[in-house]
């Protein structure tokens, strides 16, 4: 595995969000907190801008949302992402099945990256999560690093972070 790859984001974004509906907006761009911006105005701060925080952290600069009709709301909101200083395209779901599916949409596009993976509605730590991930990859040339955290007991958890060659 060449460290040399380019790096890329890929975010799941497809999701119906049947938990927590009826929301106003896709729960990606739900507001859970607030942040300054670049004229010191405190603006609302939306669930999935925390992990491109994290991608940004990491020198990660190229993203790829994989969304699926009624979503438009997502790249009406980031644009093409210079907003947050990074570089965003919007992939279409074809397949609603699941995240296998989903992920595969993107196949086409990272073909010889590095794909960094990581869900758009879960907040984790460390800030450098990907640094790490990026960091182990290099040692151990595995095609596959997982992060993972600790939970509190009883609470649900089914998903993990990757990163990955695409």
């Excluded at 940004?56 to 600069?61: D, H, S, T, V």
């Excluded at 709301?73 to 644009?79: N, V």
């Excluded at 919007?90 to 296998?100: C, F, I, K, S, T």
């Excluded at 290099?138 to 993990?160: C, H, N």
């Amino acid at each position: 595995m060449s460290s040399s790859l380019e790096i890329v984001g890929l975010i799941p974004a497809g999701g119906h969000s049947t938990r927590l509906s009826p929301l106003p907006c896709s729960k990606e761009l739900f507001p859970i907190g607030w942040e300054k911006d670049e004229n010191g105005k405190t603006r609302p701060k939306v669930a999935s801008q925390f992990l491109l925080d994290k991608y940004k952290a990491a020198g990660i600069r190229k993203t790829y949302f994989i969304i699926r009709k009624g979503k438009w709301d997502i790249p009406q909101y980031y644009g093409d992402g210079s907003m947050v200083d990074m570089d965003f395209a919007y992939l279409m779901m074809n397949h609603p099945h699941g995240h296998p599916f989903t992920l595969d949409q993107a196949f086409p596009f990272t073909t010889n990256c590095m794909v960094a993976f990581g869900y758009p509605d879960i907040l984790f730590e460390p800030e450098d999560a990907f640094s790490q991930l990026i960091k182990k990859q290099s040692e151990t040339t595995a095609s596959v690093v997982l992060g993972i955290f600790p939970i509190k007991v009883g609470q649900r958890w089914t998903d993990i972070l990757a990163f990955g060659d695409g």
